[in-house]
């Protein structure tokens, strides 16, 4: 049975490389909602680059609890995705990423691996052994087919209630990884 890893990430500014994900969390879980493990870890930026002015003003006035969460006990970034992978490599297999959406979130992780996990991967640029399938699984166009909607609307405001519950979303990334892996559980259930 596949393990599906429930990512989500923070970062200071739009564009990976230019600017940095300052926290990772993941939830490992399979389609019948056993628990794997959780994995939590603030990255430090990484050298050179800069945070975005407009991301950092809305952390500052929409989230401002979480910024501060992600700016303790930083890990430079080649340690803090090492340990990563290191837990991810402890997961059964066959491991998928996932996200809500995967394209944003899986950009920065494909981001920070090639750039830091690269002499780890099997053959370059595939994320094996860490993730067999590969971009990640996007819980939001799931969503939208299990609940024939539109891809445009579904956001996380407006699950049915017995799905999903938009209170709990902290922008912590990893408390937001939780609330995914959830809200994948249900929805792979239906």
């Known amino acids: 049975m596949s393990i599906y890893v429930v990512i989500d ?7 990976p490389g230019l600017n940095s994900m300052i926290s990772l969390g993941a939830v490992a879980i399979n389609k019948k909602g056993d ?31 979480a910024l501060n969460y992600c700016t303790k006990n930083q890990i430079p970034p080649k340690e803090a995705m090492d340990q990563f992978g290191d837990w991810l490599l402890k997961l ?3 491991r998928i990423m996932a996200a809500h959406p995967a394209p944003i979130d899986f950009a920065w992780v494909n981001y920070y691996f ?5 002499d780890r ?11 067999q399938v590969m971009p990640a699984f996007d819980i939001k166009s799931y969503a939208a087919r299990v609940l024939q909607k539109d891809y445009a609307d579904i956001n ?26 959830g809200l994948l559980v249900k929805l792979l259930n239906i």
Not at 9 to 15: A, I, K, T
Not at 114 to 118: A, G, T
Not at 121 to 130: Q, V
Not at 157 to 180: F, G, Q, S
């Open 9 to 15: 990430v923070e970062f200071d500014g739009p564009q």
């Open 35 to 65: 628990n794997f493990g959780d994995f939590e870890i603030n990255l430090a930026p990484m050298e050179n680059s800069v945070s975005d002015p407009v991301t950092m003003d809305w952390f500052n006035s929409e989230a401002p609890d």
């Open 92 to 94: 059964p297999s066959p």
């Open 114 to 118: 090639l750039e830091f996990l690269r």
């Open 121 to 131: 991967l099997d053959k370059y640029p595939f994320h094996e052994p860490f993730f």
């Open 156 to 181: 996380r405001n407006n699950y049915p209630i017995e799905l999903h519950n938009n209170k709990n979303h902290t922008h912590k990334a990893i408390d937001d990884a939780r609330e995914y892996a």
